[in-house]
């Protein structure tokens, strides 16, 4: 099973949801006549209010995933929800909070450093935006453009695009900082500091056996990779136009396909025959990127993030059923 997680936003208004960790269930209240029975109870792997720390949101669900990634296991761990909910709070941090990408590579260097008199390990980092449907190499912002292939052996891939040798977790935000001053950011009313991209900051992971005493080197390799979405955006509340205007159709649009892919993929999960099983990965490329991820060889973390306020009732309930 996927592991949803379901992610309140800290903001001054009065929250009009009621987040249970007991039962892991959101539900709106305060509103007479709104029953679980009307849609408004929605249930998850985990839920967390707006007390808990993303250090927090990290050991319960995706540490896991990083641990297994040493193992040769793919892992995602991506942050969905409405523009200013909290996504990149969540997955980069800021100077007060860590992020779940630095409390990540703590993790993977401890255990580099954990297994090294065993096995050898070799790690390459890659950082790429989706910007208006082009993708563009933060670690290298003059190439752009970069076609997606895939074949048997290593699925779909970015082709061309060159991962930097990493041996420590200060050299991953060192090149994650360097990749920041490249990346998409605008103001918008709803954030001062809006993605304008869809970013996906990869670890490829390699080990091999040091004793070959037996002849046998056992080589794993795994990918790692962390997804911090643009957020869907109603015009009319960010008060974007121009070119503002038009990366939020653009985000929009490439989040409704992910939707679509999501929901054809639970359909195919709940045996149901429609659309003859086929998942449209290729309508974007952030379904196309993500398309092992969601579809297959990973094992995946999908935060929701949410603002509880009254406001942002319409775009929380899409959150919400999107988990
Ligand atoms: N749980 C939280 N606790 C404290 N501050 C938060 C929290 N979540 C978000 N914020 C703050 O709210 C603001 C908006 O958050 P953020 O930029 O992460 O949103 P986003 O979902 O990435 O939005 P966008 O889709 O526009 O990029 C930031 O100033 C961030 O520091
Ligand atoms: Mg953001």
């Given at each position: 099973m996927r592991p949803?997680?379901?992610?309140?936003?800290?903001?001054?208004?009065?929250?009009?949801?009621?987040?249970?960790?007991?039962?892991?269930?959101?539900?709106?209240?305060?509103?007479?006549?709104?029953?679980?029975?009307?849609g408004n109870r929605f249930g998850f792997n985990n839920v967390f209010d707006t007390h808990s720390s993303t250090e927090h949101v990290y050991n319960t669900l995706a540490k896991d995933i990083v641990v297994s990634s040493m193992n040769g296991i793919n892992g995602t761990i991506f942050a969905y929800g409405q523009t200013s909910s909290g996504k990149t709070y969540t997955i980069k941090g800021d100077s007060k909070s860590l992020g779940v990408i630095e409390l990540a590579?703590?993790?993977?260097?401890?255990?580099?450093?954990?297994?090294?008199?065993?096995?050898?390990?070799?790690?390459?980092?890659?950082?790429?935006?989706?910007?208006?449907?082009?993708?563009?190499?933060?670690?290298?912002?003059n190439e752009t453009n970069f076609p997606i292939y895939e074949n048997k052996e290593r699925g779909v891939?970015?082709?061309?695009?060159?991962?930097?040798?990493?041996?420590?977790?200060?050299?991953?935000?060192?090149?994650?900082?360097?990749?920041?001053?490249?990346?998409?950011?605008?103001?918008?009313?709803?954030?001062?500091?809006?993605?304008?991209?869809?970013?996906?900051?990869?670890?490829?992971?390699?080990?091999?056996?040091?004793?070959?005493?037996?002849?046998?080197?056992?080589?794993?390799?795994?990918?790692?990779?962390?997804?911090?979405?643009?957020g869907s955006e109603r015009l009319t509340q960010t008060g974007a136009t121009g070119m503002r205007a038009e990366e939020g159709r653009s985000i929009?649009?490439?989040?409704?396909?992910?939707?679509?892919?999501?929901?054809?993929?639970?359909?195919?999960?709940?045996?149901?025959?429609?659309?003859?099983?086929h998942i449209p990965f290729r309508d974007s490329k952030l379904t196309r990127i993500l398309q092992s991820s969601l579809g297959g060889n990973s094992r995946t973390a999908i935060i929701c993030n949410v603002g509880p306020a009254a406001q942002d009732r319409e775009h929380t309930v899409s959150t919400l059923r999107f988990g």
């Open positions: 949803l997680i379901a992610r309140e936003r800290k903001v001054k208004a009065q929250p009009i949801w009621l987040v249970d960790p007991y039962s892991n269930t959101i539900m709106q209240k305060n509103s007479p006549g709104v029953r679980a029975s009307d590579m703590n993790d993977v260097f401890a255990n580099v450093e954990k297994d090294k008199k065993t096995r050898e390990f070799s790690l390459q980092m890659t950082y790429i935006e989706i910007y208006n449907e082009t993708i563009r190499d933060l670690l290298n912002p891939y970015i082709n061309n695009l060159q991962g930097i040798t990493v041996n420590s977790a200060k050299d991953v935000l060192s090149l994650m900082g360097e990749g920041e001053a490249h990346r998409h950011y605008g103001r918008t009313s709803m954030n001062d500091f809006s993605s304008r991209s869809h970013t996906i900051l990869t670890l490829a992971v390699c080990s091999k056996n040091k004793d070959m005493s037996e002849g046998i080197n056992k080589i794993r390799s795994s990918q790692l990779n962390f997804v911090d979405l643009a929009n649009k490439s989040l409704m396909f992910l939707g679509i892919v999501i929901s054809r993929l639970s359909e195919q999960g709940k045996g149901l025959t429609a659309n003859q099983g």
